[in-house]
């Protein structure tokens, strides 16, 4: 055993030849390459991102108080479905709103027509680079039939219920990247206004306290101090885009005077404009509708049809 032991140790130590000893250390470093190239903190295909600077703070969901409770369900017969965040639950238990009793039956909610006309627009500028303004979003109807087509949606609402629930339906949808909110009313001017909001009611708030009860005059209105910006303050000249929709019960007339730089683009780079003109409560504002179709003409809206209590206008 002892003359085997010296012939074991006699031997020569063997060493990697050059070729495997590089072809090793290459595999080591491509090993390091994709590790690092894969790791979360620099993602495959990832560019710098500056996020946008507007001049007022957009709402921040993450850090509002939850709205509750949350019922969701998805809206029917939309080509592009999305879920809907409930804001009415009506008097439960005895008149309980027409959604609840759908969602019991085992039903969709009732598609509201803001959202099938919104897709039904969009449908034919698929493809197409720019933004949907929703101007009195509410609780999203406009904002997500739009977000939910890949279209950026700036949204503008100055209600925290209706809020809450927008935020609801961003998670919802997972639309995050998509929807910017911001709590405001959108007017001619920067600054503060009296806004009336109807108690139980979260579709009739309006800055004219006559125009928020006119169709639910029973109910009592709340007083409350909101943010004012104007359109052409937040949006920049580079920026398309594609459709505005304004229903802003009576101060449509308002929120197209500070959107005078964006209505006055050339026809190709004017947005289709979607506007709600109810008479009553335009004039419950102070304003009328043959005041807005001359202001419009004004700026190069000229072709104007009438659908329901809305006018969609386009420049000729």
């Known amino acids: 055993m002892a003359n085997a032991w010296k012939r074991e ?15 090793s250390l290459s595999l080591f470093l491509l090993f390091l390459f994709f590790f690092y190239a894969r790791s979360p903190l620099n ?32 809206v ?10 409930l804001s009415d639950f009506g008097s439960l238990p005895d ?21 099938a006309t919104i897709q039904q627009l969009l449908e034919g500028m698929k493809g197409r680079n720019g933004l949907v303004v929703d101007v009195g979003a509410n609780v999203g109807m406009a904002s997500f039939a ?5 279209f950026k949606v700036l949204a503008f609402e100055p209600v925290i219920d209706n809020l809450l629930r927008i935020c609801d339906g961003i998670w919802f949808n997972r639309v995050a990247d998509l929807v910017t909110v911001f709590e405001a009313a959108v007017s001619d001017r920067i600054g503060n206004i ?22 639910f005059k029973s109910n009592e209105e709340i007083a409350l101090q909101v943010r004012t910006i104007p359109l052409d303050e937040l949006i920049t000249d580079s920026e398309p885009v594609l459709l505005l929709k304004i229903d802003v019960q009576g ?7 500070g959107a005078v730089k964006l209505l ?4 190709d780079e004017a947005p289709y404009l979607i506007y709600e003109e109810d008479e009553r409560l335009l004039q419950a504002s102070n304003s009328s509708a043959k005041e807005i179709r001359d202001f419009l003409r004004s700026v190069g809206y000229s072709h104007c049809v009438q659908h329901g209590t809305d006018a969609h206008c386009t420049k000729d």
Not at 76 to 85: D, G, R, T
Not at 102 to 108: A, I, Q, S, V
Not at 198 to 214: H, Q, Y
Not at 251 to 257: D, I
């Open 9 to 23: 140790s006699n031997k020569q130590p063997k060493y990697l030849s050059p070729i495997l000893l590089l072809l």
């Open 43 to 74: 993602p495959p295909n990832s560019t710098l991102y500056v996020p946008r600077v507007y001049p007022i703070p957009p709402f921040d969901c993450l850090k509002s108080p939850q709205a509750h409770p949350v019922v969701a369900n998805i």
């Open 76 to 85: 029917e017969n939309l080509k592009y479905p999305f879920l809907y965040s």
């Open 95 to 115: 008149k309980p709103h027409k959604n609840i009793v759908r969602l019991l039956k085992g039903k969709p909610f009732r598609k509201p027509d803001i959202s």
């Open 146 to 150: 739009a977000a939910v087509m890949g």
């Open 194 to 215: 009296t806004f009336y909001k109807l108690v139980g009611r979260l579709d009739n708030s309006a800055v004219s306290a006559t125009g928020a009860k006119l169709a």
């Open 251 to 257: 101060w449509e007339y308002h929120v197209l005077k």
């Open 264 to 267: 006055l683009r050339k026809k």
